[in-house]
């Protein structure tokens, strides 16, 4: 029963860790830009198929996870460039229509080119089977995945509070206005941002192909996820995304060990008690 | 004078429409219609842009179907599964108005999406992924005509106690929230009170159309309840307009026939809705009610100059 638990938590931290990926992307989009990005699930959901085809072709599994988040960005910066920037004045409605529009045609696009099959990325001879770390056997790309994305959000964090564009970043999340009155170029430093959001969302789905595989409706499932991590979190906080996120993937799989059905429902739950207990979300200002 | 012409529009388009659509295609619109309509009075005339209004249809059209189910009757049903949203409604919707703008949206999203889920999970009660099936229309609303005259009574009772809402003091008052909130406040209105009473109105009426909507093909699918659903509902309103109280009618009629026509031709039609959505987005930002208002004037005052030159050549004559 205990090595059920502690795999199971294990389990949890690492979707846990992919959802504070995410989550982080979306809060960071909401934020500076403050719009709400209903295209982010299916970036997540690009990232995955976009890995999968680049490791098929190129035959490297590394390059995948390099190169596919990068496409993503730049997917990012079209929808950025093209669609979003003309609707910074206009209402959220129309912000989140556009964006709602695009989640559709990606979402279709994807199924035109890959076909409404799941597939599943398989993990390179090096990173598959298992370890035993002593008390326990458990896989070796989850636990990588853990570390990696532990990693990741470390360096988000370096970036964020050390760098000059990461302080322009959180000054916008605080207060936007002030930043453009201290003569910052707004539409790069939003460019950015959406493009940052699409990385990351692009890498949570390219990580998450070999653990959860690849199906169309990947990227419908993992938004409302976002939002939730968003909610519990607090609107704008970005510590507060990462903590959250892994709170919801470690009750994730809690649930699985005692409630197999629940799993999604748990999520869900957590929210419930976060708005009842502390409707600013766990760290919210007001 | 100008609800008045669109009251005798819709009058007319109550009789002709049933001769324009299949059966199936024209009882949706109407039941959209009342969704649109009634989301309009949170979205247009409050302000308030909720993502979570599947919720309310799709629940309303669980508890309607499972009642039909159980065999009770439909006046039976209908009221019941309405007030089960209302009071959803006042229950989500206390903790919604709380907050604004953007944790709105996200948190009547989330709620949507739990709905969902439950409905996903208890597959004993609503059938989970393959829909609530096997509801069977009463025999006296069972020849197409009867239902849609059933349905356009029902339609039209939405439409006249909706209108009667929005042109109450209540509905100046959502208007002054919207435009204000503040002011609204400093006049001593309780703005988060009203707000709650924008959204279960705006949430009862759509649980009023889930519980029709059962009728229709005799089933709930469970994407009714989903989030993308609640998307369409925003996207038929805005598209129809949200500046007039009829104009969303028109965005789910144009909705509802650009996606019956699309579906036919190509499997992969929400690719090209999603196209419309965002050109809609784009360009034509008021909605086609706005469209047709621009046209309209375009054409008055070209009218009006050509009036304005002869008049200035006759005083030249004369």
Known sequence: ?286 | MKNKYSFIALIIFLFVGPFLFPNATITEMLIFGIVAISTNIMLGYTGMLSFGQALFFGTSAYISGLMLLGGFPLFLAIPIATLGSFVISLFIGYFCVKREGLYFICLTFAFNQMFYFIAYVWTEVTGGEDGLVGVERPAYIDTQLTFYIFTAVMFLFAVIALYKIVTSPLGLIFKLIRENASRAEAIGYNVRFYKLISFSIASTFTGLAGSLYVLIHSMVPIDQIHWLKSGDIIFMTLFGGVGSFLGPLIGVVGYIWLSDTFSIIWARWPLIMGVIFAIVVLYFRGGVSELLENLFKKYKSISRKTEHEQDIKNTKLN
């Open chain 1, 1 to 286: 029963m205990t090595f059920l638990i502690i795999s199971q938590i294990l389990n949890g931290l690492g979707l846990g860790m992919l959802y504070a990926l995410v989550g982080v992307g979306l809060t960071l989009i909401l934020g500076v830009l403050n719009i709400p990005n209903f295209a982010h699930g299916v970036l997540y959901a690009l990232g995955a198929y976009l890995a999968f085809t680049i490791a098929n072709v190129t035959g490297s599994f590394y390059f995948a996870m390099f190169l596919s988040p990068l496409l993503v960005v730049l997917v990012g910066f079209i929808l950025e460039s093209q669609g979003v920037r003309r609707l910074y004045h206009a209402h959220h409605d129309y912000q989140l229509l556009f964006l709602f529009a695009c989640a559709l045609i990606i979402q279709e696009i994807i199924i035109i080119i890959w076909g409404p099959i799941g597939f599943s990325l398989l993990a390179p001879p090096s990173l598959s089977g298992a370890v035993d770390l002593g008390f326990l056997i458990y896989p070796k790309y989850r636990l990588v995945l853990i570390c990696f994305a532990f990693f990741m959000i470390v360096c988000l964090y370096l970036f964020l509070t050390k760098t000059n564009l990461g302080a322009i970043l959180r000054a916008g999340i605080e207060n936007r206005d002030m930043v453009k009155v201290l003569g910052i170029n707004v539409n790069v430093v939003f460019l950015y941002t959406f493009g940052l959001g699409a990385y990351l969302a692009g890498l949570a789905g390219a990580l998450s192909a070999p653990i959860m595989g690849l199906t169309p409706s990947m990227g419908l499932d993992i938004l409302p996820i976002c939002f939730v991590v968003v909610v519990v979190a607090g609107l704008g906080s970005i510590p507060g995304a990462i903590i959250a996120g892994i709170l919801i993937g470690l009750s994730q799989g809690a649930a699985t060990i005692w409630f197999p059905e629940a799993t999604n429902v748990v999520i869900y739950v957590m929210m419930g008690l976060t708005i009842i207990f502390r409707p600013q979300g766990l760290f919210g200002v007001r």
